[in-house]
């Protein structure tokens, strides 16, 4: 563990920072990495960690306040500047190109830093985050989000860079791939690299950490040695500030479950295969009752992705049949006419690339799912989006000034939040969510989930989760899915956790 002397490598002082919104997202402040410590970075979303991340790797030049690296005074013009002193970042965002494979986008990457790419480094690499080597040749676009997660880690270590920042490497992660994850960094500790772990997840930070910065609102709140003495519930109450987080968490449990017999959402024998031929879905079986949350629960990439992709119609499947209440389909061409026929919303797992429309505002990825799904066009009535934007803002929380905001300035829990608002709002009578928690602060998973469990009831859920907990605390039903089939099925009721992990891991029932 660090201790008080160690030396302090990286430093902040007053640091400020407002974006081109007139969004204030770092207000002074000052933080200090030591040489050899493991330094988590804690806050809910739009706290300002990536932004402070930003700043201390390049990307962003900070309007106030000094870096001192080594204890000298250091002005990042770029990235580069920044890499040449050892700082090495894995960003929140993969920023893989999809269409490269493997090789080619770490090919790549070194060209741009300017290093030689090392063979037996990457070989070496590869064995200790468990990857095969066959997936060099293989399509960013086509791995599981897991790999990708892996591989964007991976390419950073490559040029042993002296200090790391991780911004929430683990969203994409299983509980298993994050503990190893964590064995990697503590043997980066231990070669004396620092390390900035970026999450807001307080049980991470408390496993991993040496010391941990609170940040709120853009503000640094404390900075605690963590000596296994920390609370999770102080930690929480210093993240959010407030007595929302009890609020919420005791309407999420309070809540009814209930459903009927009727099945408004069936899959018969599915057999789909991936991009390469592969057979991902090997007769997957389910039934959606009406009223219901039923989890379908697995490690990724047991054709959870496959899974959805064929029920809105982005996959073809070879054998089987899916059913949308009275209709029977052996393939989905046009999933608009499934959303337009029997209201079903979809709320996905990428949310930069197929949730929202990245570089439009606010209002307009408001009204989006009228435009193209319900095909209204130009009968929109717009004033009536615009008052519609703006309740939801106040409705779902959302931290936007107005509706006019260009959805790329908006934290990635925000984003996540307009698309929940956007998909609930049309009181949908299936929800097809992926994930829908992915990436979000305690506070925002809570408002999210308890959203889902209010529209339980009159819409049928079916939800597709790699958190246990989240599937455990929201579905009426879970369905384990490995190896492309349902092995088993538990109601939320009697769950025997042992049993449970076994069946996820290994199939065995
Ligand atoms: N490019 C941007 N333009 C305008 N505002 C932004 C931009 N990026 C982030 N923000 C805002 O700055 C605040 C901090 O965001 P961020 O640093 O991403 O937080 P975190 O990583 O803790 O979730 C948020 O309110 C967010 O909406
Ligand atoms: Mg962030």
Same mark, same amino acid.
């Given at each position: 563990?660090?201790?008080?002397?160690?030396?302090?490598?990286?430093?902040?002082?007053?640091?400020?920072?407002?974006?081109?919104?007139?969004?204030?997202?770092?207000?002074?402040?000052?933080?200090?990495?030591?040489?050899?410590?493991?330094?988590?970075?804690?806050?809910?979303?739009?706290?300002?960690?990536?932004?402070?991340?930003?700043?201390?790797?390049?990307?962003?030049?900070?309007?106030?306040?000094?870096?001192?690296?080594?204890?000298?005074?250091?002005?990042?013009?770029?990235?580069?500047?920044?890499?040449?002193?050892?700082?090495?970042?894995?960003?929140?965002?993969?920023?893989?190109?999809?269409?490269?494979?493997?090789?080619?986008?770490? $090919?790549?990457?070194?060209?741009?830093?300017?290093? @030689?790419? #090392? &063979? !037996?480094? =990457?070989?070496? %690499? +590869?064995?200790?985050? *468990?990857?095969?080597?066959?997936?060099?040749?293989? $399509?960013?676009?086509?791995?599981?989000?897991?790999? @990708?997660? #892996? &591989? !964007?880690? =991976?390419?950073? %270590? +490559?040029?042993?860079? *002296?200090?790391?920042?991780?911004?929430?490497?683990?969203?994409?992660?299983?509980?298993?791939?994050?503990?190893?994850?964590?064995?990697?960094?503590?043997?980066?500790?231990?070669?004396?690299?620092?390390?900035?772990?970026?999450?807001?997840?307080?049980?991470?930070?408390?496993?991993?950490?040496?010391?941990?910065?609170?940040?709120?609102?853009?503000?640094?709140?404390?900075?605690?040695?963590?000596?296994?003495?920390?609370?999770?519930?102080?930690?929480?109450?210093?993240?959010?500030?407030?007595?929302?987080?009890?609020?919420?968490?005791?309407?999420?449990?309070?809540?009814?479950?209930?459903?009927?017999?009727?099945?408004?959402?069936?899959?018969?024998?599915?057999?789909?295969?991936?991009?390469?031929?592969?057979?991902?879905?090997?007769?997957?079986?389910?039934?959606?009752?009406?009223?219901?949350?039923?989890?379908?629960?697995?490690?990724?990439?047991?054709?959870?992705?496959?899974?959805?992709?064929?029920?809105?119609?982005?996959?073809?499947?070879?054998?089987?049949?899916?059913?949308?209440?009275?209709?029977?389909?052996?393939?989905?061409?046009?999933?608009?006419?499934?959303?337009?026929?029997?209201?079903?919303?979809?709320?996905?797992?990428?949310?930069?690339?197929?949730?929202?429309?990245?570089?439009?505002?606010?209002?307009?990825?408001?009204?989006?799912?009228?435009?193209?799904?319900?095909?209204?066009?130009?009968?929109?009535?717009?004033?009536?989006?615009?008052?519609?934007?703006?309740?939801?803002?106040?409705?779902?929380?959302?931290?936007?000034?107005?509706?006019?905001?260009?959805?790329?300035?908006?934290?990635?829990?925000?984003?996540?939040?307009?698309?929940?608002?956007?998909?609930?709002?049309?009181?949908?009578?299936?929800?097809?969510?992926?994930?829908?928690?992915?990436?979000?602060?305690?506070?925002?998973?809570?408002?999210?989930?308890?959203?889902?469990?209010?529209?339980?009831?009159?819409?049928?859920?079916?939800?597709?989760?790699?958190?246990?907990?989240?599937?455990?605390?929201?579905?009426?039903?879970?369905?384990?899915?490995?190896?492309?089939?349902?092995?088993?099925?538990?109601?939320?009721?009697?769950?025997?956790?042992?049993?449970?992990?076994?069946?996820?891991?290994?199939?065995?029932?």
């Amino acid at each position: 563990m660090a201790n008080s002397d160690d030396k302090i490598l990286l430093q902040t002082i007053n640091i400020s920072k407002t974006y081109p919104g007139g969004i204030r997202a770092l207000d002074k402040v000052s933080f200090e990495l030591k040489e050899g410590e493991i330094h988590a970075l804690l806050g809910e979303n739009g706290a300002g960690k990536t932004t402070l991340i930003k700043i201390l790797s390049g990307i962003l030049h900070p309007d106030e306040g000094k870096i001192l690296y080594n204890g000298v005074e250091v002005a990042f013009k770029n990235p580069l500047d920044a890499m040449s002193l050892g700082i090495g970042v894995v960003h929140q965002h993969p920023l893989l190109i999809p269409n490269f494979n493997v090789y080619e986008n770490l $090919k790549l990457y070194a060209t741009i830093i300017r290093q @030689r790419l #090392k &063979i !037996e480094e =990457l070989t070496n %690499l +590869l064995k200790i985050f *468990k990857v095969e080597k066959s997936v060099l040749d293989k $399509k960013i676009a086509d791995l599981p989000s897991s790999i @990708r997660q #892996k &591989i !964007e880690i =991976l390419k950073v %270590l +490559l040029f042993k860079p *002296k200090v790391l920042f991780l911004d929430e490497p683990t969203s994409a992660l299983t509980p298993i791939e994050v503990e190893e994850l964590f064995n990697i960094l503590k043997d980066l500790k231990e070669e004396k690299k620092s390390i900035v772990f970026v999450t807001h997840k307080i049980k991470e930070a408390l496993k991993i950490s040496d010391r941990i910065t609170i940040l709120r609102r853009g503000k640094k709140i404390a900075t605690l040695e963590n000596k296994g003495n920390l609370q999770e519930d102080v930690l929480a109450t210093l993240i959010v500030g407030d007595t929302t987080l009890k609020a919420v968490s005791e309407k999420v449990e309070g809540l009814p479950r209930n459903a009927s017999d009727e099945h408004v959402l069936v899959v018969e024998d599915l057999h789909a295969r991936d991009d390469l031929g592969i057979y991902r879905l090997k007769g997957f079986n389910m039934k959606l009752r009406r009223g219901e949350i039923l989890a379908i629960v697995g490690v990724a990439g047991n054709g959870q992705k496959e899974l959805v992709e064929c029920l809105t119609g982005l996959r073809r499947f070879d054998k089987g049949n899916i059913r949308y209440f009275n209709s029977i389909y052996t393939h989905i061409v046009d999933f608009c006419d499934v959303v337009r026929k029997y209201k079903v919303s979809y709320i996905t797992d990428d949310r930069i690339h197929t949730g929202i429309a990245r570089d439009l505002d606010f209002l307009t990825n408001i009204m989006l799912r009228d435009i193209c799904i319900e095909g209204r066009g130009i009968f929109i009535d717009k004033k009536y989006f615009v008052k519609r934007a703006k309740e939801m803002i106040a409705k779902y929380d959302i931290k936007a000034p107005h509706e006019k905001i260009l959805v790329n300035q908006l934290s990635g829990g925000n984003i996540q939040k307009l698309i929940v608002a956007r998909e609930l709002e049309v009181k949908p009578s299936i929800i097809i969510a992926e994930q829908p928690t992915q990436g979000l602060d305690v506070k925002t998973t809570i408002f999210v989930r308890s959203l889902l469990l209010s529209a339980k009831g009159d819409t049928s859920i079916l939800l597709i989760t790699y958190d246990l907990e989240e599937a455990l605390s929201l579905a009426d039903r879970i369905i384990i899915m490995y190896d492309g089939k349902n092995v088993a099925e538990h109601s939320s009721k009697d769950i025997d956790l042992k049993r449970l992990s076994l069946e996820m891991l290994s199939g065995v029932t």
